[in-house]
Each structure stands twice: as C-alpha cells, then as structure tokens.
C-alpha cells in the first residue's frame, strides 16, 4: 500500500486457505497481542463469508477494502452471497453449548471494536481503535 494512501483493496479466492491472507490484511495493527485477538475475529469474519456467503464456491471472491484513518483501522468484507438476515446478526453465543453453529458473529463482535453490517448483510465492517 502507497503510503500517500489510506486505502486498499484486495481480492481472494473464496476458499479457505486464509492464513498469508489475514496476515496481508492485518499488517497496520503493531501490537501483537492485539494482533492475535483481530487474527481470531478476522478468521471468524472471512469463514463466514467463505462458507456462508459464497457456498465455498471457488469461482466466486471475497473483496476486503482496509481504510486507515488516524484513529482507525476498518476493515470492510464483502462476499458474492445473498447476505444474512437481520435476526441472524445477533452477537451472543448459541443457547446450546454443543451447537454446531453461532460462535462465529460473537467471536467477531469480542475482537473489533465496532461491527457493522451492509443493508443486505453480505458486507461486514470491522473496527479497531488504534
């Protein structure tokens, strides 16, 4: 990224392989414990997309735009999918405790400091306070 830039996008293929990905993705964070707990909500973020927006097709990508600004780093991902419905956005852990499903939007929600949805759902913001 320029550094005349605040901005940047980057493009992967929807599959799971996600680890030099994220570690693209989170090279402005300089503390490393901080660093640990976004790699966790990141991993939660961009599965979710995989998996749930783009049905783990590998014809399909997943875009993430990263915007630094002086007191923020956002991350904005987008898959390809229909998005999630508002009732499914909820950031508190499953009833059941061996669900199978349900960790991932609470597990996001603990490790950013702001977490928003798009209208249609498929494009999640994630932000941490420098």
């Known amino acids: 990224m320029e550094p005349s830039k605040n ?27 901080t660093a640990k707990k976004i790699e966790l909500g ?12 783009n049905l783990s097709n590998p014809n399909k990508v997943v875009r993430v735009r990263r915007i630094l600004t002086p007191n923020w780093i956002v991350w904005q991902i987008q898959d390809e999918g229909i998005g999630i419905v508002k009732n499914k956005r909820i950031s ?16 996001i929600h603990k490790c950013f400091d702001d977490v928003r949805w798009s209208r249609k759902g498929n494009r999640l913001q994630l932000s941490l306070k420098k």
């Open 7 to 33: 901005w940047a996008v980057f493009i992967h293929p929807s599959t799971l392989k996600l680890a030099s990905f994220i570690e693209t993705l989170l090279e402005p964070v300089i503390c490393k414990e």
């Open 42 to 53: 990141m991993h939660e973020a961009l599965v979710n997309a995989v998996v749930h927006g």
């Open 92 to 107: 508190s852990l499953p009833l059941e405790i061996d669900a199978n499903s349900g960790r991932g939007i609470y597990l």
